[in-house]
């Protein structure tokens, strides 16, 4: 039986299924979590976005900017999580996305992103499926969190609600892939921030509704000697789109979004940018 999904230009829904146990690994931006506090990764890469205008006597546009993502445990805190007291982390999240600068990147006015939210530690798996009875897994298509701000420029931090962390398409363009599956043997891979065992996984995505529709596919190198588990990604986009009444013969590719990122530096004794108290 074929089951459709509606998708939004901007906000993609939760989807939850039950079924039989089966791996599934991947778990977006948090694979795994460091034991130290203080520790995050520094990544950069580009992102990249092709929009197709036939009727445009310029024909087609490409825009490319600099991304650049800090991941960081910078907090240990004792929460209520399911009815338990459980440790949890602060992790925090900084995306800039613009164009280069002297070192540094030109975001301009909001481009620049902090997301500080409290994490169960036993959410972070390593896997997309939540065990909830014997042979029977959820798949989660979110970071679950017990609170959580995001800060958005100069506007004032503002609480997350509700207590779920979409990160796509605010921090990355990676999904939470069901499908995301071991590539070849694991092996060496050389990235900025250094030498890693690790593992290529590939996976895909796809949603439609009557007017558009989209297709993502990522190869995700993930290692346990990283914290957080991510040595480099790179995940394609392409959205289609169509009239309402059209049939889906009629989809023309509108838009191409590329995100490539890599891990340039493992940090140590990070503290918190985004103050809450």
Request: overall charge negative; some cysteine; glycine content about 8%.
């Amino acid at each position: 039986m074929r089951v459709s999904r509606r998708l939004r230009t901007s906000v993609f829904g939760l989807v939850l299924a039950c079924f039989a146990a089966a791996p599934a690994f991947g778990q977006g931006l948090l694979n795994n979590l460091p034991d130290e506090d203080g520790v995050g990764v520094r990544y950069e890469g580009t992102y990249r976005q092709l929009v197709k205008r036939p009727n445009a006597v310029e024909g087609d546009t490409t825009i490319q900017w600099s991304r650049r993502l800090r991941i960081a445990s910078v907090g240990r805190e004792e929460a209520e999580y399911r009815g338990q007291l459980q440790p949890c982390r602060w992790i925090e999240f900084r995306v800039q996305t613009g164009r280069p600068k002297e070192g540094d990147i030109d975001a301009g006015p909001g481009s620049t992103r902090i997301y500080k939210v409290l994490v169960p530690e036993s959410a972070v798996r390593g896997t997309i499926d939540e065990p909830i009875a014997e042979n029977r897994q959820i798949f989660v298509s979110y970071i679950p969190i017990v609170r959580g701000f995001r800060k958005i420029g100069d506007e004032p931090a503002q609480p997350i609600e509700p207590p779920v962390l979409q990160a796509r398409p605010v921090l990355t363009q990676l999904h939470h892939y069901r499908n995301l599956m071991p590539d070849g043997a694991p092996g060496d891979f050389q990235a900025p921030a250094g030498n890693f065992d690790s593992q290529l996984y590939k996976g895909s995505q796809s949603a439609e509704s009557t007017t558009q529709r989209s297709a993502s596919t990522a190869e995700i190198y993930r290692s346990d000697a990283i914290p957080f588990g991510l040595v480099k990604w790179t995940v394609k986009t392409v959205v289609e789109e169509k009239p309402t009444t059209a049939p889906r013969t009629d989809y023309v590719i509108t838009n191409e979004i590329t995100e490539e990122m890599s891990a340039f530096e493992i940090l140590n004794g990070v503290d918190s940018e985004l103050i809450t108290d």
